[in-house]
């Protein structure tokens, strides 16, 4: 096996264990809720003026399958629409009391993953961070220009 894919593979099996451990304590506490909905929930939460549009292109998915998230959302009541006086065609969501609930719940669980792995990252230099932080922007401008090259062969068919 030649470094890339050792590389590749520590990527894959670090994220599926940090995903199984993390599962566990998020499905206990956001007991009803799918990661992808906690994840909107969490997107709108940290950003103003979301739409269909900015969620979509977050997460990778078309604006269809967006729209049908956020209106299930709004249904459980964790999410509304509302549009701004200036511009009505657009729609825009934000968090109901509810949804506050939901994010406030998953900040604290994230908090306290990172104090279970914080003796981990107290032994890693700044040096060392640097050099992750550098590898993780190449390769995700990389794949980043992929995409790019995959929407426009689909755009051009």
């Not at 990172?114 to 992750?132: I, P």
Request: charged share 35%; net charge neutral.
């Amino acid at each position: 096996m030649n470094k890339e894919e050792q590389v590749m593979m520590s990527f894959r099996e670090l994220f599926n264990k940090m995903s199984w451990l993390n599962r566990l304590k998020m499905k206990e506490s956001l007991k009803g809720y799918q990661p992808s909905e906690v994840h909107c929930i969490e997107y709108i939460g940290r950003n103003a003026d979301s739409n269909v549009a900015k969620l979509a292109e977050s997460f990778f998915m078309t604006t269809g399958a967006m729209s049908k998230m956020t209106k299930k959302l709004i249904e459980r009541g964790v999410i509304e629409s509302y549009q701004k006086p200036e511009n009505k065609k657009e729609v825009y969501y934000r968090l109901t009391d509810q949804g506050e609930a939901i994010y406030n719940i998953h900040e604290k669980l994230h908090q306290e993953f990172q104090e279970r792995d914080k003796s981990v990252f107290e032994q890693v230099t700044d040096e060392q961070f640097g050099t992750m932080l550098s590898f993780i922007e190449k390769y995700s401008k990389h794949l980043d220009g992929e995409i790019r090259k995959l929407d426009a062969d689909r755009e051009s068919k």
